[in-house]
């Protein structure tokens, strides 16, 4: 069965400092990762995915994710944090029809 | 062009209470989902269609959730009668070509 696992619930990073929200998957065949990020009373806002190519994905506000198919993760990444960035973020992994979630990390960046 | 469309965006029930969520998916996007997320939690798929056809709704609670999706496009979700515990985010979603699900803004239900 596929999972996905987000271990942090919450991280804390000071405004400048690069961040790092982790996200770990088990999934049978080839993994396609998403990561989706939700402000208060809002719905989730895709930020990027992997589907097949360079292990680097780049998406919106400056962030980016590493696939890494041996540690089967794929962790989301920026090299600056600001405080715009607070909120609530979610991994997801789909392989056939299946889509599933994490639990998600709430990241607080501190100024 | 216009994102994934939920009315209402809020609203308080009381229990016993019928209520009935409506979502306009992206335009052209054939797959529709209906998600629902408790507070803190990440979402948890209710029922997807592809077209008019209800090809995955194992974890619809079929006797108080019913669902539709007329003529392949708009969709509404129903819950009656209502619980205290169905008070949670009724979050609707499609994608098209490229696999990337888009969510709407949800609608917020709290029965008391």
């Known amino acids: 069965a596929q999972s996905v696992a987000q271990p942090e619930d919450q991280v804390n990073v000071a405004e400048g400092n690069p961040l790092t929200v982790k996200c770990t998957y088990s999934?049978?065949?080839?993994?396609?990762l998403f990561w989706y990020v939700q402000y208060p009373n809002r719905g989730l806002q895709f930020l990027l995915k992997?589907?097949?190519?360079?292990?680097l994905v780049k998406g919106s506000y400056g962030f980016e994710a590493e696939f890494n198919k041996s540690q089967t993760s794929f962790h989301l990444k920026k090299p600056s944090a600001l405080v715009s960035d607070s909120a609530l973020y979610f991994c997801?992994?789909?392989?056939?029809?299946?889509?599933?979630f994490g639990k998600g990390t709430r990241l607080h960046i501190l100024p | 062009e216009a994102g994934v469309v939920q009315s209402p965006r809020y609203k308080i029930i009381e229990k016993k209470q019928p209520v009935a969520f409506w979502c306009n998916p992206i335009?052209?996007?054939?797959?529709l989902y209906w998600y629902l997320q408790n507070l803190g939690q990440g979402p948890e798929l209710l029922i997807r269609?592809?077209?008019?056809?209800?090809?995955?709704d194992s974890q619809l609670p079929k006797d108080r959730f019913s669902a539709e999706r007329l003529k392949g496009v708009d969709s509404t979700l129903k819950i009656q009668p209502a619980e205290l515990g169905d008070s949670a985010v009724y979050l609707c979603?499609?994608?098209?070509?490229?696999?990337?699900?888009?969510f709407g803004e949800g609608s917020w239900l709290t029965v008391v």
């Open positions: 269609y592809e077209n008019e056809e209800a090809v995955d």
């Open positions: 979603a499609s994608s098209g070509v490229g696999n990337t699900i888009y």
């Open positions: 999934v049978s065949g080839n993994p396609y």
């Open positions: 992997y589907i097949t190519g360079d292990n």
């Open positions: 335009s052209g996007h054939n797959t």
């Open positions: 997801a992994v789909r392989a056939y029809d299946k889509i599933i």
